[in-house]
């Protein structure tokens, strides 16, 4: 995945939103356009966003295609935020045990 275009697709609250419509089920852009105030054509623009980001996938069923979760894409995403949220965790421990010894 490139996780720039992981993290753009992540970064509007509108692309957040139908991923957590699609964490429940797959779904067709006309039942995604159904859940928000805005077009088909404005709804597919966030939708091929997040298929550029590998957060989705899409796959042809007759005349319609049908929109899912990408599990294998969110957990690249989720990997890199364990990753910082370890580091940040290190330095924060770090940080107390310095401020403690300053206190003594």
Do not use: C
């Amino acid at each position: 995945m490139h996780e720039q275009m992981g993290f753009r697709a992540l970064a509007d609250p509108t692309r957040r939103d139908i991923l957590h419509l699609l964490a429940k089920h797959e779904m067709t852009i006309a039942e995604v356009a159904e859940n928000f105030q805005m077009t088909r054509a404005a709804v597919k623009k966030h939708l091929t966003i997040l298929s550029e980001g590998d957060l989705i996938t899409v796959r042809t069923d007759g005349r319609s295609k049908v929109n899912a979760l990408n599990p294998a894409g969110m957990k690249r995403v989720a990997d890199w935020f364990t990753y910082f949220d370890a580091f940040w965790d290190e330095r924060l421990a770090t940080l107390k045990t310095e401020i403690e010894k300053d206190m003594q």
